[in-house]
């Protein structure tokens, strides 16, 4: 049985985005006050704007 076909329990990528998620979060919070590119997040968390975006809207709408 593989640990994300059980309910309830997470994968390691899920777990993975999420974190990546919450680092985003987080620079967007620090540099609040500054003109930050689209693109700068996503390089830090390492995947497109565009997955960015989609990620960041599900995890916090």
């Known amino acids: 049985m593989q640990l ?3 309910p309830g ?3 390691v990528a899920v777990l993975a985005r999420a974190r990546a ?3 985003a979060r ?3 919070r620090q540099r609040y006050a ?3 590119a689209a ?4 390089q830090v ?3 497109s704007r565009f997955a ?3 990620g960041f809207r599900a995890a916090y709408g």
């Open 39 to 42: 693109n700068e997040p996503a």
């Open 21 to 23: 998620w919450a680092w």
């Open 4 to 6: 994300g076909s059980v």
């Open 52 to 54: 960015l975006y989609r």
């Open 45 to 47: 968390v390492g995947c």
């Open 26 to 28: 987080s620079l967007l």
């Open 9 to 11: 329990f997470l994968t």
């Open 34 to 36: 500054e003109n930050i």
